[in-house]
């Protein structure tokens, strides 16, 4: 157990909708990363957040969004979603921000469009 | 073509045998790190490396970094059931970056049989 938390576990949906997951990091890690798993793309950084601040930006869609709240959780917003959203949808925390800062994942959330 | 690639992309081994998985930069590595998946499940760390010629063991695996040849080997000796997995490995982009995405490779899946 990485001490990371993802809700939910599994999602399913349809074309169009929009949903929300979410994710505590690990007690006293500042830092969340948000990466997407599919089988064609492989393990894709989305975005970080550190401290309640967007600190880097990778591969997300404007349809995407997330947020980092004052007790550092943070959520991952999807909307207009597509089939080819699906995916393993995965968050990790790091204490600090920055250069070799060791990230731990959380068990991830799969998110299944129909 | 991908930034880091992983060979073997699968690997059956024997029970008691031992195995190397390697990961190879087309850039320079300036942290690298190793994870291991269960299949849909979250990411555990291993290992991380960070200079050239740094070598670092847990239990029966063992990880080194040639900063020269831009590549890091995974090496597990007498290989157990609870090995199997997927391997991969991450990289930081930046030296002394403000920020941590991760570059993650392709993946090495290995079963082991008993």
């Known amino acids: 157990d990485s001490g990371v938390t993802q809700t939910p576990k599994h999602l399913i949906t349809a074309t169009g909708q929009r949903v929300t997951l979410r994710c505590s990091p690990r007690?006293?890690?500042?830092?969340v990363y948000w990466y997407q798993q599919s089988l064609d793309q492989g393990l894709q950084f989305l975005i970080q957040?550190?401290?309640?601040?967007?600190?880097a930006k990778g591969n997300i869609l404007e349809r995407f969004s997330a947020q980092q709240f004052p007790d550092l959780h943070s959520e991952l917003n999807l909307s207009s979603l597509e089939l080819g959203d699906s995916a393993l949808y995965f968050c990790?925390?790091?204490?600090?921000?920055?250069?070799?800062?060791?990230?731990?994942f959380g068990p991830g959330t799969r998110l299944t469009v129909l | 073509s991908q930034e880091l690639e992983q060979s073997p992309q699968s690997l059956i081994v024997q029970e008691g045998k031992n195995l190397t998985i390697n990961c190879t930069s087309s850039?320079?590595?300036?942290?690298l790190y190793w994870y291991k998946q269960k299949y849909g499940e979250g990411l555990i760390f291993l290992m991380m490396l960070q200079k050239g010629g740094e070598e670092k063991s847990h239990e029966k695996i063992t990880a080194k970094l040639d900063e020269k040849k831009q590549q890091s080997s995974l090496h597990i000796t007498a290989s157990q059931p609870s090995h199997a997995g997927i391997y991969l490995c991450?990289?930081?982009?930046?030296?002394?970056?403000?920020?941590?995405?991760?570059?993650f490779g392709t993946g090495t899946l290995l079963a082991v049989q008993p």
């Open positions: 991450g990289a930081d982009r930046e030296y002394g970056g403000a920020t941590n995405k991760l570059i």
């Open positions: 990790a925390s790091s204490h600090r921000d920055g250069y070799t800062d060791t990230q731990y």
């Open positions: 957040y550190y401290n309640g601040e967007e600190r």
């Open positions: 850039k320079t590595l300036y942290g």
């Open positions: 007690s006293g890690d500042l830092s």
